[in-house]
């Protein structure tokens, strides 16, 4: 009987030993990539105000391409409205540091109707997308300086501003808006002017509003309240106060809204989520709204307004 155990625990050992063996020299499966075939993936995002339009013209890339995506030269960019009015084009006499880029005479504009990109470059299928312009948005809003404090074990205590703003809710169209408050700072030894910077904005549980972290903005969004004329009505949202803080406090204060054309809301949402989505690797991957014909890319407007603050 002793006899018999101790041959059961030398075969189990033996089992064990090429067990671990074949752990130890890994197990392989060949995973068979499909071939990849190049498209064009095209990104142009312009807003009424823009003086400068941009296109990004690349090739896609398989996941074995040590390369990764690379910008294509040669392309031809047109912008149409309606079937055969050509707004803007681009040739590869605009292309510069690795896009495509056209100074405007003036502004880019404010269009009504549908707008066609079409982009055609050697070697390649041409691709194509449409979008609308947004109206210009319409702005009512109360400021109210100092009106809120916020405390954290770690940040202190911190004085805010509330804005409460009204916006347009069409019930036949997805409004979609992206708001920022800047503040204009001098340099306090020189007094020139240093620019406007965006001021950091937060809002409280309103499923309207949601945080936009790549841009620093809020987005808002009719998506709850999308059949209510009044629906984006007592927006409420908050952002640090500067009055009395230090000689870095800032002349002046300006709210700017944009109109998003849904297309540019969802790549907008969608490339947030995308990039702030977090390390939990069993999560779903987010996947980057695209409106181009490839897949990849978007195309998208919007119209902005500006109110000073004070």
Not at 18 to 32: E, L, N, R
Not at 271 to 284: C, I, K, R, V, W
């Amino acid at each position: 009987m002793k006899n018999i155990f101790t041959q059961i625990l030398v075969v189990f050992a033996l089992i064990t030993i090429v067990s671990c063996s074949k752990f130890a020299d890994g197990v392989v499966h060949v995973v068979a990539f499909p071939d990849h075939t190049p498209r064009l993936a095209v990104t142009v995002i312009s807003g009424d105000n823009d003086t400068t339009l941009i296109a990004q013209v690349t090739s896609t890339a398989s996941v074995l391409d040590a390369d990764g995506p690379q910008p294509v030269q040669g392309a031809v960019i047109t912008l149409k409205l309606g079937e055969d009015a050509i707004l803007y084009s681009m040739v590869e006499e605009d292309y510069t540091d690795f896009l495509y880029k056209l100074n405007l005479d003036e502004t880019f504009g404010h269009y009504q109707g549908i707008m066609t990109l079409n982009v055609d470059a050697p070697g390649f299928d041409p691709v194509t997308a449409t979008t609308e312009m947004p109206a210009k948005p319409e702005v009512e809003f109360t400021y109210v300086s100092q009106s809120d404090t916020l405390s954290t074990p770690w940040t202190g205590e911190i004085i805010q501003d509330s804005f409460t703003l009204n916006l347009v809710n069409n019930p036949d169209v997805d409004d979609t808006y992206l708001i920022y408050v800047d503040a204009l700072y001098l340099d306090p030894y020189t007094l020139d002017t240093i620019g406007w910077k965006n001021v950091s904005l937060m809002t409280r549980n309103d499923p309207r509003i949601s945080q936009h972290n790549t841009s620093g903005g809020l987005i808002i969004s009719d998506e709850t309240a999308s059949s209510n004329s009044d629906g984006l009505s007592e927006l409420m949202f908050l952002s640090e106060s500067f009055i009395d803080q230090s000689k870095w406090s800032p002349v002046s204060l300006r709210l700017r809204v944009e109109a998003l054309s849904p297309e540019l809301a969802k790549y907008y949402v969608s490339t947030d989520s995308y990039l702030n989505g977090g390390f939990d690797l069993f999560a779903e991957p987010s996947l980057i709204y695209s409106n181009i014909s490839s897949g990849f890319g978007c195309f998208g407007l919007s119209s902005q307004t500006i109110v000073v603050v004070n």
